[in-house]
């Protein structure tokens, strides 16, 4: 006969066994449901960026880190300094203003550092500046503090969506329309009522709240979402960027460890059954632009380590994606977000709700919607967007901010949303997909052609710049094409962003300029054609180097 302690204690175990299993289920599907890249492994991601030692090449390593001949060493050497020399000798103001101002401005500092990869940082910084400032910007051309002309490919971080001069007229106009009331803060200026019926049109939802940056927004809306569903969790999808605060930034760049995020597979079934399998989960935050580059973080030449960048647009697939993720939210209770600061109005004039044909929960807007002028907007259901428990008077969701709906902004969005169905702006929306890609396919035309291992890939007006085969040095086609008059942002060839006011020919110019620039770096030597160049063994050597200056070993001719 068994003993009962025996008994008791079978049962128990097994018991425990049977509530252990459903949570390791979930574990299970947590972890089959991240990405096997650093992009879907937050913490990873975070050792290891803790763990990668600073050096960089010095001047005779800084030629030849792919091991090509000494001729080519010094061919590509002759080129780099003269390239330098040209860009210091036709900026002289601009650049020495730059100079100057980086001592007291951190953003310089980060953004001059961050331009390349690490390893040649120093000497590119050294060698090749880049001005900072502009004195003028008139139709899609920057001038500098010397006058010299460039092509705007920077698109102000997504905010020039109708060209520079529209954005001037509007913030005029919105300044004008404020001017009577002042910078009063508190009360609202009249058109914010217009703009809030205009929002509501557009978003397909209920109520409106305005905050100071798309940043602000995407917080207010988890905030919400959490409140309202009494869950702690988000899911943000890997490579996404929804601005630079804590729960939506894990990993390097936020000096916390992540918390209540979980970070899962774009368009996999495997992130959906996440979704199902737990109780934790407030909302899913989607922002639209990972259509173009899934699972992979924001494109960025400082990342350029051996050429493996890629990207690729399936309308169609990542309208699919939608509307699978839209059920699963709606049979779970998840609040789907739609983080349309950069995208939103850039695709269609509803957004890419309109575009990809889906309804989110709620929607953040920013950006170009300020009408030039620093704004964001939350968009949601009326029963997500409420701040207080009307049966629990002590029971808030707080959320204000002194120059939320500022009258000047208000106006300038007020005039934004009426050009926004304007005739003329209409005009810009039709045939707008099939005229982008077309400009994207003679892009590459040219491209293929002329057998420079550059390829375009686009999002409507995103653009970002591919290679097609292996290389250390593709980085150097950003200071290229600034010598040939096209103007970048920090981030080099991984985001072009276009404004709807290009003409044809303008894109034409852009064309030539950028194969201008391309024949040039042939020409100096950066790009060999049929060398036995493998991606791998580019990642493993730069591996090696990392190993070696961890254990204080210097790799030949390196700086620590």
Known sequence: ???????????????????????????????????????????????????????????????????????VQQQRRAGFMALGQRLKAR??????????????????????????????????????????????????ELIDLDGNRYLDLTGSYGVNLLGVDAYKALIAQGSQMG??????????????????????????????SFHMSGTEAVMQAVRLARYHTGKRYLVRFSGAYHGWWEDVQPGPGNPLPPRETYTLRDMDDRALRVLRSRKDIACVLVNP??????????????????????????????????????????ETGIVLILDEVFVGFRLAPGGAQQYFGVQADMVCYGKTLGGGLPVGVVCGKRDLMRRFDPQRPADLCFARGTFNAHPYVMGAMNAFLQA????????MYEGMDERWSSHARRFNEALANAEYPVRVEALSTIWTLTYTQAGRYHWMLQYYLRDAGLALSWVGTGRIVFNLSYTDQEMEVVLQRLLSACEAMRRDGWWRQGAA?????????????MVLARLGLRPRQMES
Not at 185 to 201: E, I, K, M
Not at 303 to 325: E, H, I, K, M, P
Request: charged share 20%; glycine share 8%.
């Open 1 to 71: 006969m068994t003993p009962p302690e025996i008994t008791f204690t079978a049962v128990a175990a097994a018991a425990a066994l049977l509530v252990g299993l459903p949570a390791a289920r979930r574990h299970v599907l947590l972890s089959l449901g991240k990405h096997p890249s650093l992009t879907g492994h937050s913490r990873m991601a975070k050792r290891l960026g803790r763990w990668i030692p600073a050096y960089h090449y010095g001047e005779d390593e800084f030629f030849g880190v792919d091991e090509v001949p000494a001729e």
């Open 91 to 140: 900026s002289t103001r601009t650049l020495d203003l730059t100079a100057a101002a980086r001592a007291g401005l951190s953003d310089l500092q980060l953004t001059g550092r961050y331009r390349v990869p690490f390893q040649f940082s120093p000497h590119v910084m050294k060698h090749l500046p880049v001005g900072a400032f502009w004195a003028e910007a008139t139709g899609n």
């Open 179 to 208: 001017e009577q009331l002042g910078p009063v803060l508190g009360g609202y200026h009249p058109c914010v009522a217009d703009n809030v019926a205009r929002l509501q049109a557009i978003s397909g939802l209920d109520e409106v």
């Open 289 to 330: 632009l990972q259509a173009l580059h899934p699972n992979r973080n924001a494109p960025g030449d400082s990342t350029l380590v051996n050429g493996s960048r890629s990207a690729r647009f399936d309308r169609q697939a990542y309208a699919d994606w939608l509307a699978r993720l839209r059920r699963v939210c709606d």
């Open 420 to 427: 926004l169905h304007s005739p003329e702006v209409q005009a």
């Open 533 to 545: 160049l493998e991606r791998g063994r580019i990642a493993r050597q730069v591996l090696g180097e």
